[in-house]
C-alpha cells in the first residue's frame, strides 16, 4: 500500500476508533481466552485454543490492515471545491438507460458501502463521475457494458 488512500475525516476518525477497540480491548481479550485455554490441558485437540489462536490472527491481521491505511491515508479536502465531483462530494445522478435517479457520495475504497450509498473513487461510475461537472453526461465503462448518467446536482 505505497499510494494514498483518500478517507473523509469521520472514516479516518472511525479506523481510529476501531484500532483502539482492537488493541485496547479486543487483544487483550483474546490474550486471556488464550491463557484459559490453555489451562484444558493438551493442545493438540484443544478447540477452544485454536478457535482463539484464529481470532488473535484476525485480530493482529485487522490491526495491521488498520495501520498501513493510516499510514497512507489522505484526508478528503473539500474547501473551494465547487462545481465539480471529487471525492467527498454527494451527487445526485439520472441513470439515461433506465431514466432512473440515484444519490451517491464519492468516498476513498476503505470507505465504501454500495448499501449506504458510498461509492468508491475506483469504482467505474466513481471514475467516471470524478471532475464532472453539473448537467454533464459521462459515459461509466462497467465490466457489463458501458452506460451513460446525467450529472443532477452536486454538493459538497
Not at 488473535?56 to 484526508?75: D, F, N, S, W
Not at 435517479?101 to 476503505?110: A, K, P, Q, R
Amino acid at each position: 500500500m505505497n499510494d494514498k488512500i483518500m478517507v473523509t475525516e469521520e472514516g479516518k476518525a472511525q479506523l481510529e476508533k476501531e484500532l483502539d477497540e482492537l488493541k485496547l480491548v479486543k487483544r487483550p481479550e483474546i490474550v486471556e481466552r488464550i491463557k484459559k485455554a490453555r489451562d484444558f490441558g493438551d493442545l493438540s485437540e484443544n478447540a477452544e485454543y485454536d478457535a482463539a489462536k484464529n481470532e488473535q490472527a484476525r485480530i493482529e491481521g485487522r490491526i495491521a490492515e488498520i495501520e498501513a491505511t493510516l499510514k497512507v491515508a489522505e484526508i478528503i479536502d473539500t474547501n473551494g471545491k465547487k462545481g465539480s465531483v471529487f471525492v467527498g462530494s454527494k451527487v445526485r445522478i439520472l441513470d439515461i438507460d433506465l431514466g432512473e435517479e440515484e444519490d451517491y457520495e464519492l468516498v476513498g475504497t476503505t470507505e465504501a458501502d454500495i448499501a449506504s450509498g458510498r461509492i468508491s473513487n475506483e469504482s467505474p461510475l466513481g471514475q467516471a463521475l470524478v471532475g464532472a461537472k453539473e448537467g454533464e453526461e459521462v459515459t461509466v465503462h462497467a465490466p457489463q457494458g458501458d452506460y451513460k448518467v446525467k450529472v443532477l446536482g452536486i454538493t459538497v
